[in-house]
């Protein structure tokens, strides 16, 4: 895979530090991490409405209908880059998640004992820890109530 350098790789050391891959040698590559915060960007376009768009190369790109705090650059706003490394750590836990599924183990002798179960709980725990503060940040809006007539309904006793 070509990596190349766009606007989403200012949010690798952020989404690094999230899924705490900070030590002397990564697990993920930076290409890998570019990939998860284009679909992770994506993503979101649901609950941004389509306020950015990411093209075939990468690079985010903010919808010219949209408003705006703040004019182009940074072409993504400051204020939404938490969103996105959130939306990028929820998939690579995930992934993470269903892929280690089945090391879980516990066993026992009558002189060791073994259990990873207490860690798959914490991953379990950081990744819903990232889904609870991703939808603080997207409150559900209730529906807006209308006012209209209902047509063919008449009051024939007046």
């Known amino acids: 895979m070509a990596f190349k350098r766009s606007n989403l790789e200012e949010l690798i050391g952020p989404l690094r530090v999230q899924i705490g891959d900070i030590g002397p040698v990564p697990t993920y590559s930076d290409e890998t991490l570019h990939l998860v915060l284009r679909y992770a960007t994506s993503a979101l376009m649901v ?86 503060e991703l939808n603080r940040l997207f409150p559900t809006k209730l529906a807006r109530t209308g006012y209209g007539k209902l047509y063919g309904w008449t009051k024939d006793w007046e």
């Open 47 to 132: 609950k941004w409405r389509d306020k950015y768009f990411v093209d075939v190369e990468g690079v985010v790109h903010r919808n010219s209908n949209e408003t705006f705090d703040f004019s182009s650059p940074p072409e993504i706003q400051s204020k939404d880059w938490r969103a996105i490394v959130l939306q990028a750590s929820i998939m690579i836990k995930s992934g993470t998640k269903f892929s280690e599924s089945g090391n879980v183990a516990s066993w026992r002798d009558e002189e060791i004992a073994y259990s990873n179960i207490e860690s798959a709980r914490q991953r379990s725990s950081t990744l819903d820890d990232d889904v609870a």
